[in-house]
């Protein structure tokens, strides 16, 4: 009766312990995958921001047959998303969710369900150089995360 018992002990402390890890691997999965969405989401904001000064230059150089860098992004702080027809930014006062389509996998402003992401962009321009700042957030577990990425994009054709 004892040795069972003991066997039955033995037995739970190591399901206890495999459950346990089962949960924390859980958790850190999810943590891994938030973490990779803001990575790219971030990177997204800033390719967004340099894919809006190349195409102000493409259509000056093609309107006026001259160069003019970086007419259309002010210092400021944006939100920014993707559109396969344009690019957009437009100036916030306070960060929204970004919106989650799964039909499509696109994060947005337009369209979807509210995620736990927002993201802002932050642009400071001096003179022929734009330092642009694009920050993530979002809260997991009770705790605040953010991912920062920073870039400068310099007026290097003239």
């Known amino acids: 009766m004892i040795e069972s018992m003991v ?13 346990s890890l089962i949960a924390r691997s859980t958790s850190l999965n999810n943590d891994a995958r938030n973490r990779f969405t803001a990575t790219y989401l971030a990177a997204e904001g800033l390719e967004i921001v340099k894919n809006i000064i190349d195409t102000d230059i493409s259509i000056r150089q093609q309107t006026q047959g001259a ?7 002010n210092s400021g702080t944006y939100e920014v998303q993707y559109n396969t027809d344009r690019n957009t930014f437009g100036t916030i006062s306070t960060a929204r969710s970004l919106l989650f389509d799964s039909s499509t996998g696109i994060y947005s402003y337009d369209n979807g369900v509210s995620s736990i992401f927002t993201r802002t962009v932050k642009i400071t321009v001096s003179g022929s150089e734009a330092k642009v700042d694009s920050i993530v957030k979002w809260s997991e577990n009770g705790k605040e995360n953010t991912v920062d990425l920073s870039n400068i994009f310099t007026d290097w054709r003239g």
């Open 67 to 73: 160069t003019f860098w970086n007419s259309t992004v």
């Open 7 to 19: 066997a039955m002990t033995l037995v739970l402390v190591g399901l206890l312990g495999i459950f």
